[in-house]
C-alpha cells in the first residue's frame, strides 16, 4: 500500500490523476432556515483550486479556504443572503468553464428543530445490521464494494440490510423497543471485516450492502410512524483507510500522522484516562488521543477547524435528511475534547432536544460522568463536553460480578448497590444508558449459560434503574456467543430466520423454541409495561442495602411506587417488610408485574432464589 503521505506528496506537486474537474460537492445540498445560516461547501477535482470558483445569481462567496493540496476548496456562504433555491457553482479557467453543480437549498420539514429524540422513556434496541435480517439479495455483493457477501465467512459480509429491518418492525415494536440503533451502516470499503461498519469510507453515503440513503431515511420514517426513533451511531474518532479523502488528503494534519509510524500508523495507547489526569505526561495524552485504532482506521485530527466543520455539517445533515431521533457516537473518549464540546454544542444548537449518547468505557463514575454536559466532575475539570448522554459501563462492568460472585462484604450484590451509590455525580441521572451487553462485549446470556433466570435478573435491573435501558438483539431469545473464542464474529451471529435459507424462524413465535419463548415472553411483557409508566421514566429511587443477596429498591413518584426485589441467592430468602416501612407507608397491597399475582404487605415475603420481582404497590 503506497503511504498516505506520498499520495498526499504527489497530490501536491499536481502529478497526474485520472479526476474530473468537479468530482463531488459536499454536502450535496442544504436547508433553508438553520439557525446557524452558514454552510461550507466543500469542492473536489483535479487542480481545483487554481481555477476561479463563482456562484451564479449574484450570490456572495464569504470565503474561499485552499489548503495544501490543491484539489480541493471550501467554499463559506451565509444561506440567509440567498434568495433562490437553487444556484449554480462555476469551476473556470479564464473564459473556458471546466465544471458546474446546480446547488440546492431545500425547505426543512416543519418542526425539524423541535425534533423530538430518545430519552429514558424510551428502550434502545441494538442491532448490527449485517447479521439481523436479509431483505434484498440484490445487494449482498455489489459491484463498487470489494468485499462480497459470504455467510460462511464469520468475519465476513453476510448480507443483512436495512430492507430487512424494514421488514422485522412490526417484531422490533411488539418487543416493546421504541428506539432502534443501528451500527453504522455509512459506506465501509475495506477489503476485509467490512461488516461492522467502523472504517468509514463515504460519511454521506449509505453502504450500499445495506441499501441506499433513501431506504435508510425510509427506515426513519417508519419508526416515526410507529412513534419510534433512529439512531444513528456515529464515528467521530476515525475513518477507513479506504476513505476516499484519505487517499487523497486535503492537508497532512487531516489525520494523525506518526513519521516514525508504518504509512503514518502507530497504535493508540488507549488510556483515555489521560484525557482528565492533570499529572499525565504529553506523551502519553498524544498516544491516546492520536494513535489509531488499527491500521486500516486513520486518527481523525478534530483540531484541524476544517475537519470539525466537516464532520459537524456531516452530522446536521443527516439529522435533516434522515429525519434521526438521536445518535451514538463511538469512542468519545478518544477524539479532542476541546474540539467536540464544539461539535455537541453545534448540533444541539440546531436541535434542543436532540439527544447524543457518548461511548465513554471508563471504570469509574467520576470519569463516566465528567463527560456528560454541566458536570460538576467535568467542571472541576475547566470542562464541559455539551454532550447530553453517556454510557454506564460502570453499572456493566458491575452486573455479572455482582451475580456470579458469593456474596460477602464488597461482594455480590452489594456491587450493584455501589454502583449507584455514586449517582450523585451525574448531572442528569436519567439521561444515562443502561446496558449489560452490546456489540462489542461478551453476551449476557454466554456469560450465564443461557439460563433465563439470570436473564430475567438482569434485564429487570436495566428495565426499572434510572436511565435508559439498551439491549442486543438476539438476546431476547436467548442468544449466545463466545467472544473469548469466537472472537467479535461469535457475539454478532445472524438472526436465526433473517435469510430465507434459514431453517428456524425466531422473528415468528410460532417458530421460537420453548426456551426462546420463555425469554422473548419475559422480555416482551417488562418492555411494554415500561412503555407507559412514567415513575420508572422520570421517577425517583429509594435503595436498600443489599442483604443476602437479595437487592430491593423503589422507583416513586407523588402518584406511584414501584417495590423491585432481586434475589440472587441460591436459596429462598424471607423479606422482613418491617425494613422497608418509609416505602410502603401508605400502601396495603401490590399486583407483581409479570406474573400479575396479587402481594399482601403485612407480615415477612418468600422471595424464591434467583428471582426478580416488580410490584406496583396500590393503597
Known sequence: MKTIYAVLALSIASAAFSQKTLERVEPAFWWKGMKNPELQILVYGKDIANNEITLSDGIRIKDIQKVENPNYAFITVNTNEINVPKFTINIKKGKKNLGTYTYELKQRNSGSADRESFTSKDVMYLIMPDRFANGDEKNDSMPYLTEKADRSLPNGRHGGDLKGIINNLDYIQNLGATAVWLTPVNEDNEKVYSYHGYAQTDLYKIDGSYGTNEEYRSLSRELNKRNMKLVMDYVTNHWGVSHWMIKDLPSKD????????????????????????????????????????????????????????????????????????????????????????????????????????????????????????????????????????????MLFSDMPKALKEKEGWNTGMIKIYDSFTSDFLYHDINNVLVFFENHDTERWNEIFNADPKAYKMGLTLISTVRGIPQIYYGSEIGMRGDKNKGGDADIRRDFPGGWKSDQQNAFSLSGQTPEQKEFFQFTQKLLNWRKSKEVIHNGKTKNYVPENGVFTYFRYNQNESVMVVINNNEKDQTLDLKRFEESLKGFSKGKEVISGKEWTLQNNKVIPAKTALIIELEK
Open 254 to 393: 487531516w489525520i494523525h500522522w506518526f513519521s516514525d509510524g508504518e504509512d503514518g500508523f502507530k497504535r493508540s495507547n488507549y488510556k483515555i484516562t489521560t484525557q482528565f489526569d492533570t499529572n499525565a505526561s504529553e506523551i502519553d495524552k498524544k498516544s491516546a488521543l492520536d494513535g489509531w485504532f488499527d491500521k486500516t482506521m486513520p486518527d481523525i485530527n478534530q483540531k484541524n477547524p476544517l475537519v470539525l466543520k466537516y464532520i459537524t455539517q456531516n452530522a446536521i445533515w443527516w439529522i435533516e435528511y434522515a429525519e434521526l431521533g438521536g445518535f451514538r457516537v463511538d469512542t468519545y473518549p478518544y477524539n479532542d475534547k476541546e474540539a467536540m464540546a464544539k461539535w455537541a454544542k453545534a448540533i444541539t444548537d440546531e436541535y434542543p432536544k436532540f439527544n447524543i449518547v457518548g461511548e465513554t468505557w471508563l471504570s469509574t463514575t467520576g470519569q463516566i460522568s465528567a463527560w456528560q454536559k454541566d458536570s460538576k466532575t467535568g467542571e472541576a475539570a475547566g470542562y464541559n463536553s455539551n454532550l447530553p448522554s453517556v454510557m454506564d459501563f
